[in-house]
């Protein structure tokens, strides 16, 4: 079946625009994460949805971060006034509540984001 | 909270050579350990996973994976490379709760890359 999948792959804007980030988990899978991959570093954790709720986002690094997931599926990222530190690799995962694959998270290839 | 240190950032190695990936953790709690590997160019794809059970657990690609409790390490292991190995390593971490589920967020090493040359 279709892995997740986020769109768009590239994304260059300017510093202080708002920018939307879009993530299609695996279907059937009722939580999404989000994760920040900076050059160099291993991904780090944002925001952790289960169905609809955001359970964790405790990893949001400040309120110029938000996320939405509002049918339980698709979710998007929003980044308002955008700074050069903001750029990076935005990765999503999903993972699904069946038993025996309940801890393992697929990963989507990641939004590159670039801010000028 | 968890941490994951990954002790060498850059592994040249010759083909058809072991190999031996590190990494060590820390938790307040008792965790589950992953190690991703990521390909140029592409997404994060899971090699193995420890839950729980046996020690050593074997993923993908002849990789495998010891987990001492001990020395909180969750060392990879491969014992003949190829080319196509060639890749970024990643060791992540998830905290368990107290019904035996992840409490969803991974941490992750920053990261070893591994170049297998011919």
């Known amino acids: 079946g279709a892995g997740v999948s986020q769109t768009p792959s590239n994304k260059v804007t300017e510093k202080g625009k708002y920018v939307e980030l879009r993530c299609d988990p695996i279907s059937g899978h009722t939580a999404l994460y989000w994760y920040r991959q900076s050059l160099g570093q291993g991904p780090e954790f944002l925001i952790y949805?289960?169905?609809?709720?955001?359970?964790?986002d405790s990893g949001l690094p400040n309120d110029r971060f938000f996320a939405v997931r509002p049918e339980g599926s698709v979710s998007t990222l929003k980044i308002q006034r955008t700074e050069r530190g903001d750029s990076a690799v935005y990765l999503c995962?999903?993972?699904?509540?069946?038993?025996?694959?309940?801890?393992?998270?697929?990963f989507g290839p990641g939004t590159r984001l670039t801010v000028l | 909270a968890q941490s994951v240190t990954q002790l060498d950032s850059q592994v040249p190695v010759f083909e058809e050579a072991p190999v031996e990936l590190r990494c060590n953790y820390s938790?307040?709690?008792?965790?589950?350990l992953f190690w991703y590997v990521q390909y140029p160019n592409q997404g994060l794809q899971l090699l193995l996973k420890y839950l729980s059970g046996s020690t050593l657990v074997k993923g993908i690609n002849g990789f495998e994976a010891e987990f001492n409790k001990s020395q909180t390490s969750f060392h990879l292991r491969k014992p003949s490379v190829h080319i196509s190995d060639t890749a970024e390593y990643f060791c992540?971490?998830?905290?368990?709760?107290?019904?035996?589920?992840?409490?969803?967020?991974?941490?992750f090493g920053q990261g070893t890359i591994l170049t297998v040359h011919p």
């Open positions: 949805f289960q169905g609809t709720g955001a359970a964790d």
């Open positions: 992540a971490v998830s905290g368990m709760s107290a019904g035996g589920t992840s409490y969803g967020k991974l941490t």
């Open positions: 995962a999903s993972s699904s509540l069946a038993s025996g694959r309940r801890n393992e998270q697929f």
């Open positions: 938790s307040s709690v008792s965790v589950y």
